[in-house]
T-cell receptor, first 114, second 110 residues
């Protein structure tokens, strides 16, 4: 069964701290992996997309890595800010199939305290 | 630019009542369209996807149905809602490697 797990479920850090969110997937035959941000009661905003052939992607203070062999991805947030508080979701697009089905983790609720 | 609209944003419906959630996409043609549900304490789950007008695929057995009457319109429906249908429903569309989500519709069945 293709599953995506995110640890921890919730994380609270003081402002300015660097942090890492973890995502693991059970099947290494992935097409790509994507990190999303979700604010309370809102839709999803794509943060970073890593293709299966890539090792990492960077956008501003965010860096996402991908290790297919171990079935893991991390999202690194540098110098966290209160505005980073949100739920972060990891989603995997597995290889094969005609549709863009994403398998999501349950997310990590991040709170950055001023 | 492409945009995606979902409505209503919030609704409270009694058990046994019908449901209709609508999603429209602008700025693109022939998109793949998706309905996801996010229930409390659970990850997002794909409910339906459509690769063209009148073409609907269901991912999980459930009390809901979907229709695509026009190229850029995707509708999620139910004839009789159950308590377990409560959740946050997200419409999405994709082209190639990018997927875009709507703002979501909160459904509370009481």
């Amino acid at each position: 069964k293709q599953e995506v797990t995110q640890i921890p479920a919730a994380l609270s850090v003081p402002e300015g701290e660097n942090l890492v969110l973890n995502c693991s997937f059970t099947d290494s035959a992935i097409y790509n992996l994507q990190w999303f941000r979700q604010d309370p009661g809102k839709g999803l905003t794509s943060l970073l997309l890593i293709q299966s052939s890539q090792r990492e992607q960077t956008s501003g203070r965010l860096n996402a890595s991908l290790d297919k062999s171990s079935g893991r991805s991390t999202l690194y947030i540098a110098a966290s800010q209160p505005g980073d508080s949100a739920t972060y979701l990891c989603a995997v697009k597995y290889s094969g199939g005609s549709n863009y089905k994403l398998t999501f983790g349950k997310g990590t609720l991040l709170t950055v305290n001023p | 630019s492409q945009t995606i609209h979902q409505w209503p944003a919030t609704l409270v419906q009694p058990v046994g009542s019908p449901l209709s959630l609508e999603c429209t996409v602008e700025g693109t043609s022939n998109p793949n369209l998706y309905w996801y549900r996010q229930a409390a304490g659970r990850g997002l789950q794909l409910l339906f996807y459509s690769v063209g007008i009148g073409q609907i695929s269901s991912e999980v057995p459930q009390n809901l149905s979907a229709s695509r009457p026009q190229d850029r319109q995707f509708i999620l429906s139910s004839k009789k809602l159950l308590l377990s249908d409560s959740g946050f429903y997200l419409c999405a569309w994709n082209r190639e490697n990018t997927i875009y989500f709507g703002e979501g519709s909160w459904l509370t069945v009481v």
